[in-house]
């Protein structure tokens, strides 16, 4: 029987790196879409509505990860559920994971496999601007009606005639 998942009271971005090395040093590195020039980093790792976000890069993939946060209890669900979310970035569907030393956590494939003509500092650069475009406010061109009706699609905005 699981048991329930504990927050982090402080940023799991070691961790979740140590936990994540160990997988790849225990033989992803032989599979032929790992790529070892890339490193294992979590990168911008936040609390937002008291759940740790942030970004995880290994030589195998991007994604976006959500872990409980300090105080948090999380019930423990099966590996492979999936769940949606709501971020500032829009609603995102997530996908239940587990690794040793780390415990369960939510998982947004971004990238996998990796694009093959990635550097190590391009992944890494794509690794944060992703984790702090999750967590950013979606900019809305402020001349969209918000909820037009059928004929304001095809109306132009006054004065562009």
């Known amino acids: ?5 504990n927050g982090f009271a402080l940023n799991p971005c070691a961790l979740l790196e140590a936990a994540f090395q160990a997988v790849a040093d225990g033989g992803m590195q032989d599979l032929p879409f790992s790529q070892p020039q890339i ?3 979590a990168c911008g790792f936040q609390l937002f509505e008291q759940q740790w976000v942030g ?4 030589p195998w993939m991007l994604s976006l ?3 409980p946060g300090p105080e948090q209890q999380w019930e423990p669900r099966a590996v492979g559920d999936k769940l949606a979310l709501s971020l500032p970035c829009g609603s995102v569907r997530f996908i239940v994971g587990e690794v ?3 415990g369960q956590y939510l998982a947004c494939s971004l990238m996998s ?9 391009q992944a890494l650069a794509l690794a944060q ?4 475009m999750a967590l950013s406010l979606p900019v809305v061109d402020g001349n969209i009606p918000s909820n ?4 304001a699609l095809f109306r132009l905005p006054q004065g562009t005639a």
Do not use: F, I
Request: hydrophobic letters at 35%; charged letters at 25%.
């Open 65 to 67: 990860l959500v872990l």
């Open 113 to 121: 496999p990796l694009d093959r003509h990635l550097g190590a500092e």
């Open 39 to 41: 490193p294992v980093r």
């Open 100 to 102: 040793e030393g780390c």
């Open 55 to 58: 970004t995880l890069l290994t």
């Open 148 to 151: 037009p009706g059928r004929r």
């Open 129 to 132: 601007q992703s984790a702090r």
């Open 1 to 5: 029987m699981q048991t329930v998942a």
